[in-house]
């Protein structure tokens, strides 16, 4: 009976924590660089300039974005070290709205948002700040050094953190396969264009991306026969039994057919079926895969085959770390780290980088780290949409679950919220700005 009062009371005391432990941060670097400016402002000016140290982020989207936007909020202003963020993308994709912009047409510019305002002001090196920013991908990684793919370039590290999320497969609906925003948006069109133009369409894997998209085409085009189909006994089985019954309503509640405990094995594209383990054909003229986000450990895996996951994750430490000792350099975080949190997502994404970032500033100033992440249930929360206008939230930590339906008035969902967060006008993209101030080698 005090189940759910209680977990509130868990719920609330674990924000206040999170607020407080921000404020605490943010006020003893407060204090920090006031001890600095008065101590240090008649040395400064003389001393050679260094080379710097870096601190090199490979991959910016939630968890590596955030953190070299915690990073350079908290450098001192003469640290001898810099951030060097290496990121092949023009824009941050983002994830949330690709299931139903590959649907819902018109919209898909709002899901690239340009990058660089949420950096602190004037913190690129072309702006004479900390950051310096690669569009590039990282090809490979050495114990003190990383090496671009484009250009071979070397680019030694004082500190590593690599953020390469989830993108091994890297296709639509989960993520988009293209670096430029003008290809990105192309490729959604075509995605609404084959969903537009099918009959019976196929859905494969009822995760998040899975159900989403199903929902979202069968809301947007109710004649057409949707069939999903999930290799568990159950859609959205890595959460709690509530939201695996609550997504299996509203699926068939909107008509569409839901196949269990099978799997689509191949598709034979002549004959218009896909054909499934058990033996079974069903009737497609187009098939979504929503299957395969596998973590993009192999940087890691190269170097550090033990501390890679059977699952294919980055091991880390609470202080995340990676898990090899003789690499206390190398910290990892998102999705592509296993981090003990039940579901990952763009929450514990950020709270993680925040984590690393604060400890990776203390280990330039020759400290232990000791911030470590702890997960909590709060962060596996996840808002799910079930068609145009519908959505359930859910929280829980096990045992006890909360189910949270509301009404969706905003077809593009959450973009514009991301946006401003993100430190962009919504939806206004010159793109050339930031592009402008940043480079392919260093
Ligand atoms: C359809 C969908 C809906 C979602 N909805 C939600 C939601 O509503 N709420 C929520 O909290 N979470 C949601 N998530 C989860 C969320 O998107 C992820 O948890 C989050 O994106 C993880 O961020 P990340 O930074 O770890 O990795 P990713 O977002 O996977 O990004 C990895 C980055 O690394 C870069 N990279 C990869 N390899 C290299 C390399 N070799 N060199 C340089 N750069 C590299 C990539 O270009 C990319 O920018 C959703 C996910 C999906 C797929
Ligand atoms: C879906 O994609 C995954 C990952 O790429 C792949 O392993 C699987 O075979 C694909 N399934 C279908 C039915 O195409
Ligand atoms: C996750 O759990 C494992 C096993 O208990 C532990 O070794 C590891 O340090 C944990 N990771 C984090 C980030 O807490
Ligand atoms: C691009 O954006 C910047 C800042 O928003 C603005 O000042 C500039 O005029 C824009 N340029 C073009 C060509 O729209």
């Known amino acids: ?6 977990l509130v009371i868990n719920g609330v005391g674990f ?50 974005y955030t953190a070299a936007r915690t990073i350079a909020q908290y450098l001192l202003p003469d640290s001898e070290n810099r951030v060097v963020v290496i990121e092949p993308r023009d824009h941050f994709h983002f994830t949330w709205v690709l299931p139903r912009f590959c649907v819902v047409e018109g919209h898909e510019h709002k899901a690239f948002i340009p990058y660089g305002g949420y950096l602190p002001a004037g913190s690129l090196e072309a702006d004479g700040g900390k950051v310096a920013w690669i569009k590039d991908r990282v090809a490979s990684i050495s114990r003190d050094s990383v090496s671009l793919e484009s250009t071979g370039d070397e680019i030694p590290y004082e500190f590593l953190i690599v953020a390469t999320g989830a993108g091994a497969a890297d296709t639509l609906p989960s993520r988009v396969p293209a670096t430029d925003k003008p290809q990105g948006m192309e490729l959604l069109r075509e995605m609404q264009k084959r969903i537009r133009e099918s009959k019976d369409l196929v859905v494969v894997g009822g995760g998040a991306a899975g159900v989403e998209l199903a929902t979202d085409a069968k809301s947007k085009y109710p004649e057409k026969r949707v069939v999903l189909v999930h290799s568990r006994d159950a859609v959205m089985h890595r959460f709690g039994p ?44 187009f098939l979504v895969n929503c299957t395969g986000q596998r973590p993009d450990s192999r940087l890691v895996a190269q170097l550090s ?9 980055i091991l880390t430490k609470p202080t995340l770390q990676i898990q090899d000792d003789s690499l206390p350099n190398i910290y990892a975080c998102g999705d592509v780290s296993e ?14 980088a925040s984590i690393v970032a604060y400890n990776v500033i203390s280990a330039t100033e020759s400290k232990e780290p000791k911030e470590v992440y702890i997960p909590h249930w709060m962060d596996g929360g996840i808002k799910l ?18 189910i949270i339906p509301s009404k969706e008035k905003d077809v593009a969902l959450m973009s514009a919220g991301a946006w401003h967060k993100l430190g962009a006008k919504p939806f206004v993209d010159n793109g050339s700005e930031f592009l402008s101030k940043i480079k392919s080698k260093i």
């Open 305 to 313: 085959p033990a501390s890679i996951s059977e699952s294919g994750h």
């Open 15 to 64: 924000a206040l924590s999170f607020v407080l432990a921000a404020l605490r941060r943010s006020l003893s670097f407060r204090l920090k660089l006031l001890r600095h400016s008065m101590s240090s402002s008649s040395s400064s000016s003389s001393s050679e300039p260094k080379k710097p140290k870096n601190i090199v982020i490979i991959g910016a989207s939630i968890a590596g």
């Open 242 to 285: 509530k939201l695996q019954s609550t997504a299996m309503d509203g699926l068939k509640k909107l008509g569409i057919e839901v196949i269990t405990g099978d799997r689509v094995v191949s598709e034979d594209k002549e004959k218009g079926v896909a054909v499934l383990k058990s033996g079974k054909e069903i009737v497609c003229d």
């Open 339 to 352: 981090t003990n949190t039940t579901h990952p997502n763009s929450r514990s994404a950020m709270r993680q």
């Open 385 to 402: 949409t079930l068609g145009l206008d519908n959505s359930v939230a859910n929280l829980g930590d096990g045992k006890t679950e909360f």
């Open 1 to 6: 009976m005090l189940e759910k009062p209680l």
